[in-house]
């Protein structure tokens, strides 16, 4: 497939990644399938930890099995998400300029750079995040210390008035700072997003991925974050979709399903998970090189290197103790 190295559109972009990932489908999604892969596998494992407690009547413990399972998971999880999102953004880069990508060759890639991704991916997600984890916190510790123990009706069996005065007050802030707090997150969100193809294509350290991140996005941040919202509608459409029968038969038995049951539902969200993840990582790789085209002519740096135009090498300097050159040899005239 022919590099387009020119400045897109947004709608462009759309098309663009929509032609990469029908005509690479197994590719990416094979790629994509990896993180996938080990969701499912946690969550199998999780399930059959609980069935075996159920069976052992260990029911009681069930609540600390699950808060162990997600301890276990959530590193797990990390780790996989990272590296498969990593993997596409080195495969979407070959195939954008017209390289072979595989799925081996994209991990090979990826995998002596995993601790620099995994450091850059945990720089972003708290910077972005840690207002959501502090007002939910600080929301948490407000309710357990002085409106749980006495609760919010007095003995009476009537409420009380200022414990419920103080509770929709604090309800409301904490609403308001929240809607603050996801406005901050979006915005970072866009000065981050491309962070990562800038750390994969130009092997950069993570604070230096980072800045360039800032620097690349300026002026297609808008644009950035109605490709994201795209993303979202889709995952969220296709969930509704896939899980609207697990919803279903969950509600009709007052939260419990049969074992089968659960293992189908993580099932069918392995290949939903395989199926969403390659259309954000083509997406925003696809900005980074555009960003690169409008701000530093990639285009044209790209066209002199593949005819051999590229500025040539600067020369070897000689070593400080060679011997100089002998003198031309003086004329028998003189």
Same mark, same amino acid.
């Given at each position: 497939?022919?590099? @387009?190295?020119?400045?897109?559109?947004?709608?462009?972009i759309?098309?663009?990644?929509?032609?990469?990932? /029908?005509?690479?489908?197994?590719?990416?999604?094979?790629?994509?399938?990896?993180?996938?892969?080990?969701?499912? !596998?946690?969550?199998?494992?999780?399930?059959?930890?609980?069935?075996?407690?159920?069976?052992?009547?260990?029911?009681?413990?069930?609540?600390? +099995?699950?808060?162990?399972?997600?301890?276990?998971?959530?590193?797990?999880?990390?780790?996989?998400?990272?590296?498969?999102?990593?993997?596409?953004?080195?495969?979407?880069?070959?195939?954008?300029?017209?390289?072979?990508?595989?799925?081996?060759?994209?991990?090979?890639?990826?995998? #002596?750079?995993?601790?620099?991704l995994?450091?850059?991916?945990?720089?972003?997600? %708290?910077?972005?995040w840690?207002?959501?984890?502090?007002?939910?916190?600080?929301?948490?510790?407000?309710?357990?210390?002085?409106?749980?123990?006495?609760?919010?009706?007095?003995?009476?069996?009537?409420?009380?008035?200022?414990?419920?005065?103080?509770?929709?007050?604090?309800?409301?802030?904490?609403?308001?700072?929240?809607? +603050?707090?996801?406005?901050?997150?979006?915005?970072?969100?866009? /000065?981050?997003?491309?962070?990562?193809?800038?750390?994969?294509?130009?092997d950069?350290?993570? /604070?230096?991925?980072?800045?360039?991140?800032?620097?690349?996005?300026?002026? !297609?941040?808008?644009?950035?974050?109605?490709?994201?919202?795209?993303?979202?509608?889709?995952d969220?459409?296709?969930?509704?979709?896939?899980?609207?029968?697990?919803?279903?038969?969950?509600?009709?038995?007052?939260?419990?399903?049969?074992?089968? @049951?659960?293992?189908?539902?993580?099932?069918?969200?392995?290949?939903?998970?395989?199926f969403?993840?390659?259309?954000?990582?083509?997406?925003?790789?696809?900005?980074?090189?555009?960003?690169? %085209?409008?701000?530093?002519?990639?285009?044209?740096?790209?066209?002199?290197?593949? !005819?051999?135009?590229? !500025?040539?090498?600067? #020369?070897?300097?000689?070593?400080?103790?060679?011997?100089?050159?002998? #003198?031309?040899?003086?004329?028998?005239?003189?």
């Amino acid at each position: 497939m022919e590099p @387009t190295l020119r400045p897109l559109t947004l709608g462009e972009i759309l098309d663009r990644t929509a032609q990469l990932y /029908r005509a690479h489908f197994l590719l990416l999604s094979g790629i994509a399938s990896v993180y996938a892969g080990a969701l499912l !596998a946690m969550s199998l494992i999780q399930i059959g930890v609980q069935v075996w407690m159920q069976a052992h009547q260990r029911t009681g413990q069930l609540v600390w +099995a699950s808060v162990a399972g997600v301890l276990v998971m959530w590193p797990v999880v990390i780790v996989a998400g990272g590296l498969a999102v990593a993997a596409n953004n080195r495969a979407v880069a070959w195939l954008h300029l017209g390289k072979p990508a595989s799925i081996r060759g994209a991990y090979i890639s990826i995998l #002596p750079r995993l601790g620099r991704l995994l450091w850059l991916m945990t720089i972003t997600t %708290v910077v972005v995040w840690v207002p959501f984890v502090l007002l939910y916190a600080g929301y948490v510790a407000f309710f357990l210390l002085y409106i749980k123990p006495q609760g919010l009706m007095q003995s009476g069996g009537s409420a009380d008035p200022q414990k419920m005065l103080l509770f929709v007050s604090v309800t409301l802030v904490f609403l308001v700072l929240l809607l +603050a707090a996801l406005v901050y997150a979006v915005l970072m969100a866009l /000065r981050y997003a491309l962070a990562v193809p800038a750390c994969v294509v130009e092997d950069l350290k993570a /604070r230096v991925a980072i800045r360039r991140s800032i620097e690349l996005s300026k002026g !297609a941040r808008g644009r950035i974050f109605l490709l994201g919202l795209l993303v979202v509608a889709i995952d969220a459409g296709l969930v509704m979709i896939t899980q609207m029968f697990f919803m279903i038969s969950i509600f009709k038995h007052h939260g419990q399903i049969a074992t089968a @049951t659960r293992v189908l539902q993580q099932v069918v969200a392995f290949f939903t998970n395989t199926f969403v993840g390659p259309i954000y990582a083509t997406g925003f790789t696809l900005f980074y090189y555009d960003q690169r %085209v409008r701000k530093e002519g990639f285009d044209i740096e790209w066209m002199m290197d593949a !005819a051999g135009l590229g !500025a040539p090498e600067p #020369p070897i300097p000689p070593a400080e103790d060679a011997p100089l050159a002998d #003198p031309a040899p003086e004329s028998a005239n003189e």
